[in-house]
C-alpha cells in the first residue's frame, strides 16, 4: 500500500471536493482519497501499482490541475 500527495489547482468548494475524489476514486487501485478544497490538497492511497499518469489525467478529468509533492 502507498501514499502519494498532490497539490490541486482550482478547487474552490465542496462540490469541487467532490468531482476530484469521483474521478480519482475511479481509477484502479486507489482505496482511499481525501481532498481539501481549503488547502487544495490530494491524497491518495492504494495499492503500489496506481499509476500516478491516471491520477493526475483524473484530477484533469474534473476539470482541475495537479502535480506531485514531493
Known amino acids: 500500500m502507498s501514499t502519494n500527495q498532490y497539490q ?3 478547487m474552490t468548494c465542496g462540490h469541487c471536493e467532490m468531482s476530484v475524489r469521483e474521478e480519482v476514486g475511479a481509477v484502479p487501485g486507489v482505496e482511499e482519497v481525501q481532498v481539501s478544497a ?13 499509476e500516478e499518469s491516471k491520477v493526475l489525467a483524473a484530477v484533469d478529468e474534473a476539470g482541475y490541475s495537479a502535480v506531485p509533492v514531493a
Open 8 to 10: 490541486v489547482t482550482g
Open 38 to 50: 481549503e488547502s487544495g490538497t490530494l491524497v491518495v492511497t492504494g495499492s503500489d501499482d496506481v
